[in-house]
């Protein structure tokens, strides 16, 4: 198998930054292995254990990580499990097997089977996004509610290629720049936990070799498939997706929709924590968080 890595010293680079985030986890959790026919299979659990199920699938060129920020809040009321996506800049299998196939709906179908999950509420980002989209779509039954930031696969992919390849070639100065384009300029203050995830990001931008394959589209028959209550967050300047015509096939299509369209957010979208949770929360707990906040 072809490494995704560079070279073996940028992935244990990268495998050193990300341990050391792991280490200092906001909350309370387990990691654990898990066995799959793709290979092994990386995950975070944190949470109360008879708390309702909620599954994270990160972006491309990231890992778990990417969610440090939310699974404090997040975590106070759902069992929270955070994949590591199989082929790319995590602890997972490095297997990449092909979109057009039904293999990533496998590949989630033996996570669920070794968290002993029979539907949760899933998560995804970027092509994260695209992994669960593609998932509510073959096994419905097995998503109770779908949550999608700036997912792929839904409208025109944008050709990226012509700005980031100058700028990556410029050194840590362009890879820099690129990351500001895609998740836009960072906050002037950081707390240890967003700079720590800033520090991987570009170290996974050094040493990753990012998938090249287009996702498939998903028809409009599948997303008409999507029974279950949906949350889409789009970026108006995303880079990556055509997020307007994202927007307008998603409204067409899926018929229990929330949709969160912000003009000036780029691809990736910080402070979607306590948004996401009032979606996620059933109508009885926020009536009793409500309860508690007068």
């Known amino acids: ?29 387990r990691q654990l292995r898990l066995p799959t026919r793709y290979g092994e299979t990386f995950a975070i659990a944190c949470g109360r254990e008879d708390a309702p199920a909620l599954v994270l699938l990160h972006g491309t060129a990231a890992n778990s990580a990417s969610w440090i920020i939310d699974v404090p809040l997040w975590s106070r009321h759902f069992r929270v499990f955070c994949i590591d996506i199989i082929g790319d800049a995590g602890l997972s299998a490095e297997s990449r097997p092909p979109y057009e196939s039904d293999a990533h709906q496998q590949w989630l179908d033996d996570v669920m089977r070794e968290l002993s999950l029979s539907s949760a509420a899933l998560a995804g980002m970027s092509f994260g996004g695209w992994l669960a989209l593609d998932y509510a779509t073959r096994r419905p039954e097995c998503v109770d509610k779908l949550v999608l930031f700036s997912p792929g696969g839904i409208g025109r992919n944008r050709n990226i290629l012509l700005w980031a390849i100058p700028l990556l070639l410029l050194g840590p100065w362009g890879r820099r720049k690129m990351l500001e384009r895609i998740g836009g300029r960072p906050a002037t203050s950081l707390s240890p936990a967003e700079s720590s ?42 880079v990556f997706i055509d997020a307007p015509e994202t927007k307008r096939r998603l409204e067409q299509n899926v018929p229990d929709l929330t949709m969160r369209h912000l003009p000036e957010a780029p691809h990736f979208i910080p402070g979607q924590t306590e948004a996401v949770l009032q979606f996620l929360l059933d109508p009885a707990e926020m009536a009793r968080r409500s309860g508690q906040a007068m």
């Open 1 to 29: 198998m072809v490494s995704v890595f560079k070279s073996s010293e940028g992935r244990r680079d990268i495998h050193d930054r990300y341990e050391s985030l792991l280490r200092q986890w906001p909350v309370e959790n």
């Open 197 to 238: 995830l800033l520090e991987l990001t570009a170290t996974i931008f050094t040493h990753f070799k990012p998938r090249t394959a287009k996702l498939p589209q998903i028809g409009d028959e599948a997303l008409q498939r999507l029974n279950m209550p949906v949350l889409a967050i789009l970026g108006g300047k995303d």
